[in-house]
């Protein structure tokens, strides 16, 4: 004879049963990923401009220097004029820079040009944990500027001891201060950072 009082049914048996029991299953549950926060994802865009302006500054820099070099053999020569309009004039002239950008802080003996590699990888260093932290596109491709030019110098200065310089810009019989293209990669990022830094607004609801 049947029970007339049959056992309530179990938890997840009957009508919707199988469903609940699915849902509350944690192989059913979907994995919730947080999206990047906003520090990470501008410290990705930050190094994907700056870094391959990086590396494209530091191979035009070393490519010019080998021409320089090996191919003009300016430190033979020592003197190419290039151009000559009215009272300005651009040549190529051989000047083995053993301070820092424009001459700044030169010296011979080998303790002054590892010193001064030495200081231009840690800036290099900092500079690329700038970028990381870059929030906007000009910064960014900026700080590769001068990243660019800091290891072409920190090469020169490994190889050889001091910087293969050769622009020779002058106007009126006054010249400018003999420089590379590392040089002017570190004078150009260095006012755009500048500019940035005075001109910049600040964003909406800040």
Wanted: proline share 8%; glycine share 12%; with cysteine.
């Amino acid at each position: 004879m049947a029970d007339p009082n049959p056992p309530p049914p179990l938890a997840g048996e009957g009508r919707g049963g199988g469903a609940a029991a699915a849902r509350d299953s944690p192989a059913a549950t979907p994995l919730l990923t947080s999206p990047p926060k906003r520090g990470e994802e501008r410290g990705v865009h930050g190094l994907r401009l700056g870094l391959p302006i990086a590396a494209l500054l530091l191979v035009l820099d070393q490519f010019s220097k080998w021409w320089i070099l090996e191919v003009a053999r300016l430190p033979e020569v020592r003197h190419i004029p290039l151009l000559s309009t009215g009272p300005f004039g651009l040549d190529l002239t051989m000047v083995w820079n053993r301070g820092v950008t424009f001459g700044l802080l030169s010296g011979d003996g080998p303790m002054n040009h590892l010193i001064l590699a030495l200081l231009a990888a840690v800036i290099a260093g900092l500079l690329l944990r700038w970028m990381a932290r870059a929030e906007t596109r000009p910064v960014a491709g900026a700080l590769g500027a001068v990243v660019g030019g800091a290891v072409g110098n920190v090469i020169d200065r490994l190889r050889f001891g001091a910087v293969a310089d050769f622009v020779d810009a002058h106007a009126w019989d006054w010249h400018w201060y003999v420089f590379n293209l590392a040089d002017a990669a570190i004078v150009c990022g260095v006012a755009v950072l500048l500019a940035d830094a005075l001109f910049r607004r600040p964003p909406a609801g800040a």
